[in-house]
C-alpha cells in the first residue's frame, strides 16, 4: 500500500500522464531551492494544464498562487525566481510521434532513423506490401488502410511530425487536409516543384488559407544535396530535429512516468535544471532511480550520471529530496572523468 505522501505523488503523476495523453498544453513547475515556514521546499510541484491546476500538496495552495501572480509562462524550459525561491518551468511533451504517410523507399530509412531519435513511429500505407511488419520490424505501429479514414479517425497529438511521402499527389493531398488544420509540430510532403504547385492550388481552391498552407515544409528536408532515399531521410530527419527543437520543449518519456505511477518502491527523480557550458544533456533531462538500484532514463552518462546515481540511492536511504551542482570545469572535470568544461545544476525529487 502506498502512504499519504507516495499517495499524492502518485496521484500527482498520474493527472500529469492522462493530461499529456489527452495533448492538453502542460506546464510543470517545480520549486528547486528555497523554504516556506521553516521547511524545505526542493521538489515541490505544480501542473497547469490548459487552465486547471494540480497542487501536489494543498498544504502550499496560498504559496503557490503568489508564484503563479509572479512569474510568467513562456512556451519553453527555463528558471525563474520568486522572494528567494528557484523555479524550474517546464513546457511538457509527451513523447514525439513520427507518422509517416507512405510506406515506400524514403519510409523505410526514415523509420529506423526515426526509432534511433527516440520517436514512436507510426507508419500509414493503404497497399499490404508496403504497410507490413516484416517491411518496418523497428515501427510501433504499422497501420494498412485509406489515409484519410486512419488520419481523421486516430488523434496522433499535438507533439507529432508528419511526413507526407505518399506515391502520388492524389494521396498526398488527402494526407496534407487530412492534418493541415489539426494542432501539430510538423507537417511536411515530398515533391517536385511542378506537384506541390498542383497539391497547393487544389488547396487553396478547397477554401485553405495561405497562412495554413505556408506551414507545410515543402520541399521537405534540409538542402543537403540528397538523392538516395536514405540521404533523403537524413535530410527529412534533419529538418524534424530543427523544428522540434527550436521551443525547447521538455519531453518526459512515457516509460519513467509509469513507473512513477505504477512502481511501489522508493525512488528518485533526478532532473537536470541548469546548464552552463558544454554538458552532455540539456536542461530538463530525467533519470529516474528506484530502490532496488535499477534506472530509467539518462542524465548524460559517464561519471556525472554515476554521480547522480550514487547520490539518488543516498538519498533514497534517507527519504529526502536535494539539489546538487556538478562543475565540470578544470580540476573538478577531472575528478569526475570529464573534459568538456561546463555545470549542471541537478533537482533530486524523492518519491
Not at 306 to 314: D, G, I, R, T
Given at each position: 500500500?502506498?502512504?499519504?505522501?507516495?499517495?499524492?505523488?502518485?496521484?500527482?503523476?498520474?493527472?500529469?500522464?492522462?493530461?499529456?495523453?489527452?495533448?492538453?498544453?502542460?506546464?510543470?513547475?517545480?520549486?528547486?531551492?528555497?523554504?516556506?515556514?521553516?521547511?524545505?521546499?526542493?521538489?515541490?510541484?505544480?501542473?497547469?494544464?490548459?487552465n486547471?491546476?494540480?497542487?501536489?500538496?494543498?498544504?502550499?495552495?496560498?504559496?503557490?498562487?503568489?508564484?503563479?501572480?509572479?512569474?510568467?509562462?513562456?512556451?519553453?524550459?527555463?528558471?525563474s525566481?520568486?522572494?528567494?525561491?528557484?523555479?524550474?518551468?517546464?513546457?511538457?511533451?509527451?513523447?514525439?510521434?513520427?507518422?509517416?504517410?507512405?510506406?515506400?523507399?524514403?519510409?523505410?530509412?526514415?523509420?529506423n532513423?526515426?526509432?534511433?531519435?527516440?520517436?514512436?513511429?507510426?507508419?500509414?500505407?493503404?497497399?499490404?506490401?508496403?504497410?507490413?511488419?516484416?517491411?518496418?520490424?523497428?515501427?510501433?505501429?504499422v497501420?494498412?488502410?485509406?489515409?484519410?479514414?486512419?488520419?481523421?479517425?486516430?488523434?496522433?497529438?499535438?507533439?507529432?511530425?508528419?511526413?507526407?511521402?505518399?506515391?502520388?499527389?492524389?494521396?498526398?493531398?488527402?494526407?496534407?487536409?487530412?492534418?493541415?488544420?489539426?494542432?501539430?509540430?510538423?507537417?511536411?510532403?515530398?515533391?517536385s516543384?511542378?506537384?506541390v504547385?498542383?497539391?497547393?492550388?487544389?488547396?487553396?481552391?478547397?477554401?485553405?488559407?495561405?497562412?495554413?498552407?505556408?506551414?507545410?515544409?515543402?520541399?521537405?528536408?534540409?538542402?543537403?544535396?540528397?538523392?538516395?532515399?536514405?540521404?533523403?531521410?537524413?535530410?527529412?530527419?534533419?529538418?524534424?530535429?530543427?523544428?522540434?527543437?527550436?521551443?525547447?520543449?521538455?519531453?518526459?518519456?512515457?516509460?519513467?512516468?509509469?513507473e512513477?505511477?505504477?512502481?511501489?518502491?522508493?525512488?528518485?527523480?533526478?532532473?537536470?535544471?541548469?546548464?552552463?557550458?558544454?554538458?552532455?544533456?540539456?536542461?530538463?533531462?530525467?533519470?529516474?532511480?528506484?530502490?532496488?538500484?535499477?534506472?530509467?532514463?539518462?542524465?548524460?552518462?559517464?561519471?556525472?550520471?554515476?554521480?547522480?546515481?550514487?547520490?539518488?540511492?543516498?538519498?533514497?536511504?534517507?527519504r529526502?529530496?536535494?539539489?546538487?551542482?556538478?562543475n565540470?570545469?578544470?580540476?573538478?572535470?577531472?575528478?569526475?572523468?570529464?573534459?568538456?568544461?561546463?555545470?549542471?545544476?541537478?533537482?533530486?525529487?524523492?518519491?
Amino acid at each position: 500500500m502506498f502512504n499519504g505522501r507516495e499517495k499524492m505523488k502518485r496521484d500527482f503523476y498520474t493527472k500529469l500522464y492522462n493530461e499529456l495523453k489527452r495533448s492538453k498544453e502542460v506546464y510543470l513547475i517545480t520549486i528547486v531551492s528555497g523554504e516556506h515556514q521553516g521547511k524545505k521546499l526542493s521538489g515541490q510541484k505544480l501542473l497547469k494544464a490548459d487552465n486547471n491546476i494540480l497542487i501536489e500538496d494543498d498544504n502550499y495552495k496560498e504559496l503557490w498562487n503568489e508564484i503563479l501572480n509572479n512569474i510568467t509562462l513562456n512556451k519553453g524550459t527555463y528558471n525563474s525566481t520568486y522572494d528567494n525561491k528557484e523555479i524550474f518551468i517546464e513546457y511538457l511533451a509527451s513523447k514525439a510521434n513520427l507518422v509517416i504517410c507512405g510506406g515506400g523507399h524514403i519510409a523505410l530509412p526514415l523509420c529506423n532513423i526515426g526509432k534511433l531519435l527516440d520517436f514512436n513511429v507510426t507508419v500509414i500505407d493503404d497497399r499490404k506490401e508496403f504497410a507490413n511488419y516484416d517491411r518496418f520490424n523497428l515501427a510501433d505501429e504499422v497501420i494498412c488502410g485509406n489515409f484519410e479514414e486512419v488520419l481523421k479517425e486516430r488523434c496522433f497529438g499535438k507533439n507529432s511530425y508528419f511526413v507526407i511521402v505518399t506515391r502520388g499527389h492524389r494521396d498526398d493531398r488527402i494526407c496534407l487536409e487530412s492534418v493541415i488544420d489539426k494542432g501539430y509540430a510538423y507537417v511536411g510532403m515530398i515533391g517536385s516543384k511542378a506537384k506541390v504547385a498542383t497539391v497547393v492550388t487544389a488547396l487553396l481552391e478547397a477554401g485553405y488559407t495561405q497562412e495554413l498552407i505556408d506551414k507545410v515544409h515543402t520541399p521537405i528536408g534540409l538542402n543537403i544535396g540528397g538523392q538516395t532515399p536514405a540521404e533523403i531521410a537524413v535530410s527529412i530527419a534533419a529538418e524534424i530535429i530543427q523544428e522540434k527543437n527550436i521551443n525547447n520543449k521538455t519531453e518526459i518519456s512515457e516509460e519513467i512516468l509509469r513507473e512513477l505511477i505504477e512502481d511501489k518502491q522508493s525512488k528518485v527523480l533526478a532532473t537536470i535544471v541548469e546548464k552552463l557550458g558544454s554538458s552532455p544533456r540539456g536542461v530538463g533531462t530525467k533519470m529516474l532511480i528506484k530502490e532496488d538500484r535499477s534506472f530509467k532514463g539518462t542524465v548524460g552518462g559517464g561519471s556525472v550520471e554515476n554521480a547522480v546515481y550514487l547520490k539518488s540511492l543516498e538519498l533514497i536511504k534517507n527519504r529526502s529530496s536535494d539539489v546538487e551542482i556538478y562543475n565540470l570545469s578544470n580540476s573538478d572535470a577531472s575528478t569526475l572523468g570529464m573534459i568538456c568544461g561546463g555545470k549542471v545544476k541537478v533537482v533530486f525529487e524523492y518519491i
